[in-house]
């Protein structure tokens, strides 16, 4: 019996491509290369099912030019790269992988907070550099975070893993905003308190994004919401880029107008806005938010599993649009 074609788009661990290949005629890209819209059609174009990662844009274009194509399987849990309505109308299956990496990226998004908020980069440099002759009383001071107020923007999975741990771990008064209001069980586990996005943005002293990406999520945050901002506050996108205004930013950021920033993600990375770069109270990290070897195990497994449930078993773990089960 012939086994369904797959194309496994970006590197990943050799045992996720071990294991597909017990199931699956498997192209792999060991290599890493990074496809364009036209190399990922020509790989894609005679395959059942792909393994990508947020840099594969599946759009209608593709999905015109890859008639046999079921499903795609994401290695994330933010899917912005597909565009899952015109994946639904030609009937091939989206997934990706939540929970298996909330506890992890949530650990990073308060280590990100913490390292902005207590300048640990910015002083890192500095040491580094040569710079440290003596101590002095105010050198790298910055602003408290137990006790203080974390604003948190969008409070699914991952946001609620922040909220508790700053609620329960730092003491801190937690407020969020999100598109709909948490059950009072769940408001109650994060000691969390729901606000308007207006009253997040002036209260807040450290602001963590942990919303999806959308066309309403773009920009959410820029000039106008960086200027309603406390001047001491901090900001922090764990999220995805475009959720920023990078520009605006780094503006933000020159001119004092908030203390600092830890960016993990950004608009049309891998590259970054050269002003980004050049501003000194900014934490920059090249989106490793759930980058344990555990986690993108366990993210490379689910993607797989899912191939597999599918291809194989007709039933996948976790699909994004279930109708083009039935
Ligand atoms: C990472 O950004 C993910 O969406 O999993």
Not at 258 to 266: E, L, P, Q
Not at 270 to 283: A, E, I, S
Request: aromatic share 6%; hydrophobic share 45%.
């Amino acid at each position: 019996m012939t086994q369904p074609r797959i194309l496994v788009a970006r590197a990943v661990f050799p045992e996720t491509l071990a294991r597909l290949a017990r199931h699956f005629e498997v192209e792999s890209n060991q290599d890493d290369q990074v496809f364009s819209k036209q190399e990922l059609v020509a790989r894609l174009k005679d395959k059942a099912g792909a393994f990508t990662t947020g840099s594969e844009r599946i759009d209608a274009d593709v999905l015109a030019a890859c008639p046999g194509l079921k499903i795609v399987a994401n290695m994330a849990v933010g899917y912005n790269n597909f565009d899952v309505p015109a994946m639904t109308a030609r009937k091939v299956l989206a997934t990706n992988t939540p929970d298996v990496l909330t506890e992890t990226t949530a650990d990073f998004g308060f280590a990100l907070m913490m390292a902005t908020a207590r300048r640990i980069a910015e002083s890192e440099h500095y040491l580094r550099a040569g710079k440290w002759t003596k101590w002095s009383y105010d050198m790298f001071a910055g602003a408290e975070v137990h006790g203080s107020t974390l604003g948190i923007l969008g409070m699914g999975r991952i946001g609620q893993g922040i909220a508790r741990r700053g609620a329960h771990g730092f003491g801190m008064n937690v407020i969020y905003h999100n598109r709909s209001r948490l059950s009072p069980d769940l408001e109650a586990a994060c000691k969390a308190r729901y606000v308007s996005k207006e009253e997040l943005l002036k209260t807040a002293d450290h602001l963590v994004l942990v919303l999806p990406y959308s066309a309403e999520s773009h920009h959410a945050i820029a000039a106008k919401e960086l200027a309603q901002m406390k001047p001491t506050a901090t900001l922090v996108n764990i999220a995805r880029g475009g959720i920023v205004d990078d520009a605006a930013l780094a503006q933000a950021l020159r001119d004092r107008r908030i203390a600092a920033a830890g960016i993990d993600v950004f608009e049309g990375e891998p590259k970054v806005h050269p002003d980004l770069l050049t501003v000194p109270n900014v934490v920059l990290t090249p989106h490793i938010a759930s980058a344990t070897v555990q986690t993108r195990m366990a993210m490379a497994d689910l993607a797989a599993d899912n191939l597999i449930g599918f291809l194989v078993n007709g039933k996948p773990l976790t699909p994004l649009n279930p109708e083009v089960l039935s």
